[in-house]
């Protein structure tokens, strides 16, 4: 590639809320410019499909195969409005990074011989053929596994495209996303990045906002705002044995699920309902400030992104628990919150079609920085 190109990334994340794309131009040297952002909604009973294939259930091969058929017509439905939008022709674009939607993320699972270390498994249900015959542009698909075959843990992949945009050589800056799970990135001066997940971002806020008011998540954090934290139930939450674990890790729905909020909450007395949003909220927020405390102590600031940097009473109990480090959105550094992730994949795509490799040993623990992704002509 010796001019520029566009690329557009699509990622649909463990939110569930739908697909956020956008269409950039990369010059050869990495340098991204977002020329267009997109986003389409999962219908409430496409939402709840994939929710229910989050966990084991009948007839799942089959419903899984046909929810990657949806999920492929609703990434095809948001590259149209990103070429409509910008009067690109799909032969304009090299490629597109389409992430799929994660229903499963066990890089622990034993899969083997005893005497051989496990390679687990991620699943982001997709169908990339599919979405190349329907846009016309080639798709780059599957990121995730060929790290986890050289022993990482496949996520988060953000981090070093975080490190491109967000990085700085005056000091250490952290990097925190807050999307279904929450990760963050720490980016030192001299390019040394570290990132994990840190434990739930929405996922649980978004549960349990939807089971007791029937809003799928809680603008601005207003409802938690009413009410009060419970200490008891936010040091259980925190007792969370994960939060302990030390990177490389990353997590899923697989662990931070309303079973898992029903086990913390039971032999408790029973609680308002806006306490335990209260509690879920302090519980996000702490899981953050810890590892911020934990492995960024130099921190110069904080800068949000993912759709929990709109949770304004979210952003302020990070504030609190980092006097003195600023925290603000990314919006700020020139990467609005819902953009980040999507652009991220459109980078991953630039990589893949240069044959580069995209993963940080340091981040997902693999043996080696690998290619990333398998490519389906269109
Ligand atoms: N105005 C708002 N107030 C509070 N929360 C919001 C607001 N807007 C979005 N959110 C939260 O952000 C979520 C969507 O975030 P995002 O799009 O980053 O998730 P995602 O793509 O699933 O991310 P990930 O892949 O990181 O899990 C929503 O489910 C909701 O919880
Ligand atoms: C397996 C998987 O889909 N992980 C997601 C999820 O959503 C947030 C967090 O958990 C992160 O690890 C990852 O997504 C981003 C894009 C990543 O790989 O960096």
Not at 22 to 32: E, H, Y
Request: aromatic share 6%.
């Amino acid at each position: 590639m010796s001019t520029d190109a566009l690329f557009i990334g699509l990622m649909s994340g463990t939110s569930l809320d739908g697909v956020d794309g956008v269409l950039a131009r990369f010059s050869p040297d990495g340098t991204m410019q977002v020329q267009a952002h997109a986003f389409n909604p999962f219908p409430d009973a496409f939402k709840a499909e994939l929710l229910q294939l989050n966990q084991s259930g009948p007839d799942e091969l089959h419903r899984a195969a046909l929810a990657g058929n949806g999920i492929a017509r609703h990434y095809a439905q948001v590259v149209q409005a990103l070429l409509a939008q910008t009067g690109h022709a799909p032969e304009a674009v090299t490629a597109i990074g389409a992430h799929g939607q994660t229903v499963r993320h066990r890089p622990l699972e034993f899969d083997g011989l005893p005497d051989q270390p496990a390679v687990g498994y991620t699943l982001q249900l997709n169908n990339p053929s599919l979405l190349a015959e329907l846009s016309g542009i080639d798709v780059v698909a599957d990121f995730r596994s060929r790290d986890l075959a050289a022993g990482g843990q496949g996520a988060p992949l953000v981090p070093a495209f975080h490190q491109g945009v967000f990085g700085q050589s005056q000091g250490c800056v952290a990097v925190l996303n807050i999307g279904g799970i929450s990760n963050l990135s720490v980016l030192q001066p001299d390019g040394h990045v570290m990132g994990w997940d840190c434990g739930p971002g929405n996922a649980l806020m978004d549960h349990w906002c939807q089971t007791h008011t029937g809003q799928a998540f809680d603008r601005n954090g207003d409802w938690a705002a009413t009410g009060q934290t419970s200490h008891t139930l936010l040091e259980r939450l925190l007792g969370e044995s994960y939060l302990s674990k030390q990177p490389p890790k990353s997590t899923g729905r697989d662990l931070f699920n309303p079973a898992w909020l029903q086990q913390h909450l039971s032999n408790l007395p029973d609680l308002p309902a806006q306490d335990i949003q209260a509690t879920l909220t302090a519980f996000t927020a702490q899981a953050c400030v810890r590892d911020v405390h934990a492995h960024a102590p130099g921190a110069q600031r904080l800068i949000v992104c993912g759709g929990g940097a709109f949770n304004g009473h979210l952003m302020s109990l990070l504030a609190q628990g980092l006097p003195g480090v600023p925290v603000v959105s990314s919006e700020a550094h020139g990467l609005p919150p819902l953009q980040v992730e999507a652009a991220a994949f459109a980078w991953l795509a630039f990589k893949a079609v240069r044959r580069e490799p995209a993963s940080l040993t340091s981040v997902t623990g693999a043996r080696g920085a690998r290619v990333l992704g398998a490519v389906y002509p269109r």
